[in-house]
């Protein structure tokens, strides 16, 4: 089974990556396509918050959005270091989950895996984009991690 992992450069992706690892025998994968989906034209950046890279210093340039991209992909990709599916790596321009749908269909993948809540305003809003649009769109299973829940100072987790 082809299996592609999306990464948007938040820790919810990467999160949903290792959520992956967690229960997902290695035997049944055959490859993991990690794939990072930059929008042309875009007003922001493409913000790698998971990578080890140096983030620039006063009067640096920010670098390309690809070199973030690749930052992001690298970054999720380790997660499957040594656990037995072979790892590819790529980095798209387009729309994300248009993007993310058409790897899906090209590799004929049974499962897809997207981080929920990974940018935006609010939950709500990043719930519905993206991932939802994915969800409703793509070929195969799609598998959305949503971000764990926040509490307030003094709050009670719900049990």
Aim: charged share 20%.
């Amino acid at each position: 089974m082809h299996v592609i992992v999306a990464t948007d450069g938040s820790p919810q992706s990467l999160a949903a990556a290792r959520h992956l690892k967690s229960f997902a025998d290695p035997q049944k994968i055959t490859t993991i396509s990690v794939v990072a989906v930059i929008r042309p034209l875009a007003s922001v950046a493409f913000a790698d918050e998971i990578s080890e890279a140096e983030p620039p210093g006063p009067g640096e340039g920010a670098g390309s959005f690809r070199d973030a991209a690749q930052g992001a992909v690298d970054a999720v990709a380790a997660v499957f270091d040594d656990w037995g599916p072979s790892i590819d790596k790529q980095i798209r321009s387009g729309s994300p989950a248009a993007e993310i749908i058409k790897l899906a269909n090209q590799h004929d993948a049974g499962l897809v895996v997207v981080a929920a809540g990974g940018r935006g305003i609010s939950d709500a809003i990043l719930v519905g984009s993206t991932a939802q649009r994915v969800q409703h769109y793509a070929p195969c299973p799609v598998l959305v991690v949503r971000p764990a829940p926040r509490t307030r100072k003094g709050a009670q987790p719900k049990v």
